[in-house]
């Protein structure tokens, strides 16, 4: 049995899902033994990130080249495969996309 109202739901929820494309999930080492995993998402201008055990948002901040991400002492600079990742109290490290 047709349900006109059911189809119209259903169009709805196919027009509003977003494509897997529009998002990227990196697996990062860093030199000092930290892993991490970065959150992208088109449009968005907020990386989110795994760090040692808590989750982050870092908005994007104003970068010479690659994409740089701040908030609270922690910075993390993208730059093709390698990002450096700053934390407070620590030593800057460079990470290694997997």
């Known amino acids: 049995m047709f349900r006109p109202g059911l189809a119209i739901v259903l169009s709805c929820a ?7 494309s529009a998002q990227k999930f990196v697996n ?13 998402f088109q449009g968005d201008r907020t990386m989110r990130m795994q ?8 908005p994007q901040r104003l970068a010479a080249s690659g994409a740089r991400y701040a908030k ?3 910075s993390f ?4 495969q390698e990002a ?3 934390q407070p ?3 800057a490290t460079i990470c290694r996309a997997q």
């Not at 990062?28 to 992208?40: E, R």
């Not at 760090?51 to 870092?58: E, M, Y």
């Open 14 to 20: 196919v027009l509003t899902a977003t494509p897997a």
């Open 28 to 40: 990062y080492v860093c030199d000092d033994g930290t892993p991490l995993t970065a959150a992208f």
């Open 51 to 58: 760090l040692s055990g808590k989750a982050l948002a870092l």
């Open 72 to 74: 609270g002492g922690v």
């Open 77 to 80: 600079w993208v730059k093709g």
């Open 84 to 86: 450096t990742l700053k």
């Open 89 to 91: 109290k620590r030593k």
